[in-house]
């Protein structure tokens, strides 16, 4: 592929990463917004918002941050953020074969700013197959703005915004419904994956329903869907 | 700042790692394909557990698989998903 191709391959790939992030725009600025309203009460300043809005980058681990007190131990600090955010070393993980190319610094990047709704945004192009490091890099850098943006904005402006107003636009089911598309079509193509889904799905809810801790019941469902997946396919090797 | 600090390099580390994690695990085929479902069961998981929670979400969210199952069509069952659950909160 020539130099000019390979550019132009670039920059559609930034562009439709870019487009792919708008149906995700609204729930961002709005959850942002939110976000931002409860860091002012909560006393804190805009430059603590903006370090967290950029470093965390995540809706309920910002919330519980404002929770904790000062004389929190580093310890306690850091379980409860691997327990709210150990869902996002999946996230990265299953994006990995796609970000691949010559810039690792793109895949670094991209990985640091990754979230639920840029994730699923990023799946559903993997499902069109047209998730490149380019797409994802875009995509990521596009709902973080929106994200910051929205944090700002409620620090400043969001006094008028209520969670019933959010609930009744249906804000709160942008990625469950994405999800939704995902599943059915990722099943289609590959069968194999019903067996171990289900039976992840099922005992992490269990586990979700003994203990109420959902970020630890996704960590839980991903490790026992692979090690159902490494189980089958041990078994039908045998068989063969 | 020093939480918000740590909180922020935690969740960096975190996701930094997963990249890590997917680059080791990719030297043995079979805990790559294994890693492939990762992604489904995390997904499956979430959908059952906002579902439970907001019992409301059930309607659209059938509508949305079974159009994405019969036509595969994204965007179309997206929004038609997205349509219907907010014409059901408004009812």
């Known amino acids: 592929m020539s130099y ?10 930034l562009a439709e990463g870019t487009i792919a992030a708008v149906p995700f725009l609204p729930k961002v600025l709005i959850f942002g917004l939110i976000v931002g309203i409860a860091s ?8 603590e ?3 967290a809005s950029i470093g965390v980058n995540a809706a309920t681990a910002q919330l519980a941050v404002l929770e904790f007190k000062d004389d929190a ?10 327990g709210l955010n150990g869902k996002h070393l999946f996230f990265s993980a299953s994006l990995w074969p796609y970000l691949t190319g010559p810039a690792r610094w793109r895949r670094w990047l991209t990985a640091s700013m990754l979230t639920d709704s840029s994730w699923a ?13 380019n797409f994802a890099l875009a995509n ?12 700002m904005a409620g620090f400043f402006f969001g006094a008028g915004l209520t969670p019933a107003l959010l609930f009744s636009w249906g804000m709160d089911a942008l990625v469950p419904l994405s999800m939704a598309l995902l599943l059915p079509m990722g099943f289609r193509r590959r069968p194999d994956q019903i067996l171990p889904v289900a039976g992840a799905t099922a005992m992490a809810l269990a586990w979700w329903a003994f203990t109420d801790q959902q970020a630890a019941a996704l960590l839980l469902s991903s490790a026992i869907g692979m090690t159902f997946s490494l189980i089958l396919s041990k078994r039908k090797k045998r068989c063969l | ?8 390099i935690t969740t960096l580390l975190l996701r930094l790692s997963g990249l890590t994690m997917a680059r080791y695990l990719s030297r043995w085929p079979a805990t790559a394909e294994a890693l492939m479902v990762a992604a489904p069961s995390l997904m499956g998981t979430y959908l059952a557990i906002q579902i439970i929670a907001n019992p409301s979400l059930f309607t659209p969210v059938a509508i949305a698989m079974l159009v994405a199952w019969f036509t595969s069509t994204l965007y179309l069952s997206f929004v038609s998903a997205w349509l219907l659950l907010i014409a059901l909160r408004h009812l």
């Open chain 1, 73 to 82: 131990t580093v310890g306690a600090i850091v379980a409860l953020t691997i």
């Open chain 1, 140 to 151: 990521t850098l596009v709902l973080t703005a929106g994200w910051v943006s929205g944090c």
């Open chain 1, 121 to 133: 945004a990023c799946q559903l192009a993997a499902h069109k197959g047209t998730l490149s490091v």
């Open chain 2, 1 to 8: 700042m020093s939480l918000i600090t740590t909180v922020a």
């Open chain 1, 40 to 47: 002012r009460n909560a006393g804190w300043g805009l430059t």
């Open chain 1, 49 to 51: 918002l903006f370090i």
């Open chain 1, 4 to 13: 000019e191709s390979s550019m132009g391959a670039a920059r559609r790939r």
